[in-house]
C-alpha cells in the first residue's frame, strides 16, 4: 500500500516544488483520505524541504484522515516536524542526519548554555524574557511531539520508527 508516489519533483530532490504540488492537489479534492493523502505527500515535501512550519500545517491537516495508516504517519511526520522545531530552537541548526547525532553530553550543554542565557537577561517591563520563551516553546514542540509519536504508534503498534522516535525525544 503506497500513500504516496514520489514524483520527478521529489526524485530529483526538489521539494520546493514537490510540496506546492502536492498542496495543489490537495485542495483539488477538497476533502477526505484522498485530499489528506496528498497533505501528508506536501507534510513530507516540505519537512524534506526544511519548510518546518508548512510540515506541521500540512500534517494537521492529513491528521484528519479516516484511513489509519494516513492518520499514523501524519502522527510520525508531526512529531518528526515538532521534534525538528524544538532542536532547531535550542540550537539554531536542524538536527544531524547519520553519524553526525549529538551524544547527551553535546545536548546537555546546548541546554545549559540557553538556561545561562535566560539567567543572564536583562527582565522585560512585563511578561518573558525571550530566552524563556524559547525554552518554553521548546519544551512544548517536545511534549507535542511525543505525544504524536505515542497516537501514531497506538494506530499503527508496528510503526517502529515512532516508537523509536518517541523514546528518544523522552530521554
Known amino acids: 500500500y503506497v500513500l504516496i508516489r514520489p514524483g520527478k519533483s521529489t526524485a530529483e530532490k526538489r521539494f520546493d516544488e514537490a510540496r506546492d504540488a502536492y498542496r495543489s492537489l ?29 510540515a506541521r500545517t500540512a500534517y494537521s491537516e492529513a491528521l484528519l484522515a479516516e484511513d489509519p495508516e494516513v492518520a499514523s504517519k501524519a502522527h510520525e511526520g508531526m512529531g518528526n ?45 512585563s511578561g518573558e524574557t525571550n530566552e ?8 512544548l514542540n517536545w511534549t507535542d511531539a511525543v505525544r504524536h ?7 499503527d503498534p508496528g510503526n517502529d520508527a515512532a516508537q523509536r522516535n518517541g523514546d528518544l525525544t523522552m530521554n
Open 26 to 54: 490537495a485542495k483539488g479534492k477538497g476533502g477526505g483520505d484522498q485530499a489528506a493523502k496528498y497533505r501528508l505527500g506536501e507534510g513530507l515535501s516540505a519537512y524534506q524541504a526544511q519548510d518546518y512550519r508548512g
Open 81 to 125: 516536524t515538532l521534534f525538528q522545531l524544538g532542536w532547531m530552537g535550542l540550537s539554531g541548526s536542524r538536527y544531524p542526519e547519520g553519524d553526525g547525532l549529538p551524544d547527551m553530553e553535546e545536548f546537555d550543554d546546548l541546554v545549559r548554555e540557553q538556561l545561562k542565557k535566560m539567567g543572564e537577561a536583562e527582565p522585560p517591563e
Open 132 to 139: 524563556f520563551i524559547r525554552i518554553e516553546s521548546i519544551i
Open 149 to 155: 509519536y505515542r497516537s501514531s504508534f497506538a494506530v
